[in-house]
């Protein structure tokens, strides 16, 4: 049979597009035979997954395949063998040097020049950074409501609290719009380091400084020395970058105390104290007078994961809770180098 030299020059057109996509896809493209042995090797799959061509073609693709993952590429074989595809199939596949990569996998039959299948063509997406990015907005909303419900219980405490004093309707009124601008400013030392653009010269605090702003709207400071709430420890400066992590715990020890501990009770105190001690920063969290403590809680809430969370993950930190007969007992260590960021 004699082939038109055009045809010839339109196949091979044809063939070196292909090539061109494959060589210079920002996905894996990989293909095996009917036995997993990998045949073809594009660079995107050594960028994903570390393996050069060299050393992976003619291995079996099971090497890239966790060990509780193996089945899969028997289910993957058997749906080709039938002539099957596969469509962005999301799994996880693991990199020469041990790391899991989130993938999305595309699998095709290759036949031959008959129609026989005899292979399979494999198309994977590296989604780890979708995967990231969904797993952080996913924690931002758990967050937010978390938040949101959270000032909802603080302004009810609030009004509980200022009640009990108040003289009048007008006295009540004044003494709510008071803490609650209090609480709006402590809301804003926790968003400081999120806000893009905010003001850095305002970030920089000291220790009593934090804590009067993020206890104030509940301590009844006109009372003097009957004050509900006590703070006191060395004068010890807080850097811009820690600001927010340490009002985010802050906050949320005060907000737990208003939901359950010592501040839903009229008669609750808190004592809040905190020194040096070889290099870390000590501080206690005291509270007694409030509901009568007869067990650990057995379920931790996101506000205890997200209190773990700031103090191990930003601030190097450690911490104990004692609940006690007469209230919580909240014993805080954090290296000196956390506050100075």
Known sequence: MIVDPKDRNCAS??????????EF????IISK?????????????????????????????????????????????ERIRRGECVDHYETVRRSKDGNLVNISLTISPIKDAEGTIVGASKIARDITESKRA????????????????????LAGGIVTLSARSAKSPKDLAEQVRTRL?????AHELMLRGLVPGSDTSKRRTDMASLIRAIISPYSDMEQGSNSRIAAAGLDISIGENSVTSWALLLHEF????VKYGALSSPDGHIDIKWALQNDHLSLTWRETG??????????????TVLINATLKGQLAGQLSRAWNSEGLTIELSAPLASLAA
Request: proline share 5%.
């Open 290 to 303: 409030g509901p009568a403590l007869t067990e650990e809680p057995r379920v931790e809430g996101f506000g």
């Open 13 to 22: 057109q044809i063939a070196q597009r292909f090539e061109a996509i494959v």
């Open 134 to 153: 969904a797993e952080k907005q996913r924690l931002l909303f758990r967050e937010m409501n978390h938040r949101v419900n959270n000032l909802l219980t």
């Open 33 to 77: 035979d009917l036995l997993g042995t990998v045949t073809t090797w594009n660079p995107a799959a050594t960028r994903i997954f570390g393996y050069t061509a060299e050393e992976i073609i003619g291995k079996p693709v099971s090497i890239l395949i966790p060990l509780e993952r193996q089945d899969e590429e028997y289910e993957i074989i």
């Open 25 to 28: 896809s920002n996905d894996a």
């Open 181 to 185: 601008k209090a609480v709006a400013s």
């Open 254 to 257: 005060t907000t737990n105390a």
